[in-house]
């Protein structure tokens, strides 16, 4: 069964400055997605950026950006510029690649953002 | 708005109750899943309905049953409801384009409160 880990429960960050956020995952499958999703306070789960796990180059969506580590099954997410809208909790999710299929969370990551 | 659309927004009941979530997707999308949210956890999958046939089963008790209608709109079914029942529900839905990624789409969730 595949497992994905957050063991960061909580970060805070300065406004303006870069954070990383840290997920691990466990499969052994070869073909997959990874994805982070942000959970503001609406609840609403939006997803803010996914990486295929057979492309190498990193996933980048303005200021957020990947560093996807398939060897080490590393996927971390990397904040720049953080503004205080990104306060939210971030969740990392694996999902095979396999046409419709469900969807494996972390616990989360709760980010603070320090003005 | 993902075009995903879930009712009730909130729902408070007591112990011993049933109650029913319901999901409209989005048009066109033939796959509903629902997954269960416990208090700042991460999400977990409970079920996934494609096309009004059930396809694929998570840690869905057995005092919980869904099913998928003609017009493709789900309902979630619980039953002697408990204390810790007290949830997050989302519902999600994806088109289906055979072996090929498809994205999940994320409704804004019931609020299922058990006292």
């Known amino acids: 069964a595949q497992t994905v880990t957050q063991s960061q429960p909580e970060m805070s960050v300065q406004e303006a400055e870069t954070v990383t956020l840290s997920c691990t995952y466990d499969?052994?499958?070869?073909?997959?997605?990874l994805f982070w999703y942000k959970q503001p306070p609406s609840r609403q789960m939006i997803l803010v950026i996914r990486?295929?796990?057979?492309?190498?180059q990193n996933a980048t969506e303005n200021r957020f950006s990947v560093n996807f580590q398939k060897a080490a099954k590393s996927f971390s997410l990397k904040i720049s510029d953080s503004q205080l809208g990104d306060a939210a909790m971030y969740f990392c999710?694996?999902?095979?690649?396999?046409?419709?299929?469900?969807?494996?969370f972390g616990t989360g990551t709760r980010l603070t953002i320090i003005p | 708005d993902s075009g995903v659309t879930q009712t009730p927004k909130h729902l408070i009941t007591a112990t011993g109750q049933r109650v029913t979530l319901r999901c409209s997707p989005r048009?066109?999308?033939?796959?509903v899943y629902w997954y269960q949210q416990s208090l700042d956890q991460g999400l977990q999958f409970l079920i996934q309905?494609?096309?009004?046939?059930?396809?694929a089963k998570g840690n869905i008790l057995e005092r919980f049953s869904a099913q998928q209608f003609p017009d493709l709109h789900s309902e979630l079914n619980l039953s002697s409801l408990e204390l810790g029942d007290s949830a997050l529900y989302f519902c999600?839905?994806?088109?289906?384009?055979?072996?090929?990624?498809?994205?999940?789409?994320f409704g804004p969730g019931t609020r299922l409160t058990v006292l």
């Open positions: 999600a839905s994806s088109v289906d384009h055979g072996s090929s990624y498809n994205e999940q789409f």
């Open positions: 499969t052994s499958e070869s073909d997959y997605y």
């Open positions: 990486q295929e796990a057979y492309k190498q």
């Open positions: 999710a694996y999902g095979r690649n396999f046409g419709n299929e469900k969807l494996t």
């Open positions: 048009s066109g999308d033939l796959s």
């Open positions: 309905y494609y096309n009004g046939e059930e396809r």
